[in-house]
């Protein structure tokens, strides 16, 4: 036998094996169905786009019913508030509202945020679209969003500690308050207040004289919260010292 005869039987011995033992394996076929890129992408910036906040039923259908009666504004303060408690569990953020003088000079809802909210938060961008889509206008009255934490007074406290009788009063002006929690500020040794009296031409305002020391007086400058009739009330409260003669 020659060699290359030798050569071509070892060789077919040894691919026989192999060749029995051979398995065949076929892919799927090619899927040209899957969504395209624009697809995908539309899909995520969507999930970016601001929703309307107050689409919804339950306690935020008072924001697009047609009610026959206007609101009081603390009424409708109060109301809009019953609905951002409800958003909170959806947002895992709470918002408050109350009533207040706008960036334009004119008195209605004010709607904050924590100052160190994002401006990307879901929360901020869905409110933000809820009244764009409402022409800044819930309840019959102009409304704001801000990103802020109202400066309290140091005069809170006062207002925390005293003892009042178990029921709401109607605080419409800052004399409403004054009558109902002037005692309040006067009773605290640590404000030392002289003299109270309503502001001149805001609403919701209080001034009033103080002879404690500088820190102190200026730390009595802020807001004062106090829970009313219609709901809670915010009241700005001026404090100067007592070499000022209050107009």
């Known amino acids: 036998m020659s060699l290359k005869a030798i050569s071509v039987v070892i060789l077919g011995a040894a691919l026989s094996p192999a060749r029995a033992e051979m398995k065949f394996r076929y892919q799927p076929e090619p899927n040209f169905e899957l969504p395209r890129f624009e697809k995908v992408v539309d899909r995520s910036v969507k999930a970016f786009e601001a929703q309307d906040a107050f689409a ?3 306690p935020c259908e008072i924001v697009n019913s047609h009610a026959l009666r206007r609101y009081e504004l603390n009424g409708a303060a ?20 109350s009533p207040g003088t706008l960036a334009n000079g004119a008195r209605g ?10 401006i990307d938060h879901p929360f901020f961008r869905d409110l933000g679209r809820a009244l764009q889509e409402r022409r ?20 809170q406290q ?18 409403d308050f004054i009558n109902n929690y002037g005692r309040c500020l006067l009773r605290d040794p640590r404000l030392r207040i ?15 004289l ?35 003669h209050l107009p």
């Open 210 to 244: 103080s002879d404690a020391e500088q820190p102190i007086v200026e730390s009595i400058n802020g807001y004062v919260r106090v829970l009313a009739e219609a709901g809670p009330v915010e009241v700005l409260v001026m404090a100067y010292p007592q070499q000022i």
């Open 158 to 175: 006062a207002i925390d500690r005293c003892i009042q009788a178990p029921y709401l009063r109607r605080i419409d002006n800052a004399q």
């Open 56 to 58: 919804q039923t339950g």
């Open 136 to 155: 800044g206008e819930l309840l019959g009255y102009p409304a704001e969003l801000r990103r802020e934490d109202g400066t309290a007074s140091s005069a």
């Open 109 to 118: 809802l004010i709607i904050r945020l924590p100052g160190s909210t994002p």
């Open 194 to 208: 002289l003299n109270m009296r309503p502001a001149q031409g805001r609403r919701l305002a209080v001034m009033l």
């Open 78 to 97: 109060q109301a809009l508030q019953a609905c951002l408690s409800h958003l909170a569990t959806r947002y895992a953020l709470l918002a408050t509202v």
